[in-house]
Nanobody, 113 residues
Framework: QVQLVESGGGLVQAGGSLRLSCAAS????????MGWYRQAPGKERELVAS??????DYADSVKGRFTITREYAKKVVILQMDSLKPEDTAIYYC????????WGKGTQVTVSP
């Protein structure tokens, strides 16, 4: 089993920055993919960014504004979000994929105009 705990959400004005952090516990290897998804009201959950040793992937809507990093020894994944827009408002979920998908409980990010 893997447990994921997010922190760092909040309210920010458009153009501002937030840093999300996700701490994992349990059996998680460096080769397992970790990442962030988000879900806005009335919309489906979507991938924001993911990371594994060989690559990172970003949604087109956040490229150039968000940066995902990972501290492999500490099992921590971080999402640095800059130049935030109101359309980034959503609940952000930490994700890890081992033999199955694991999810955190989510953290609210609200960007005001």
């Amino acid at each position: 089993q893997v447990q994921l705990v997010e922190s760092g959400g909040g309210l920010v004005q458009a153009g501002g920055s937030l840093r999300l952090s996700c701490a994992a516990s349990g059996i998680l290897y460096a080769t397992n993919t970790m990442g962030w998804y988000r879900q806005a009201p009335g919309k489906e959950r979507e991938l924001v960014a993911s990371i594994k040793p060989s690559s990172t992937d970003y949604a087109d809507s956040v490229k150039g504004r968000f940066t995902i990093t990972r501290e492999y020894a500490k099992k921590v994944v971080i999402l640095q979000m800059d130049s935030l827009k109101p359309e980034d408002t959503a609940i952000y979920y930490c994700h890890a994929r081992t033999y199955k998908d694991f999810w955190g409980k989510g953290t609210q990010v609200t960007v005001s105009p």
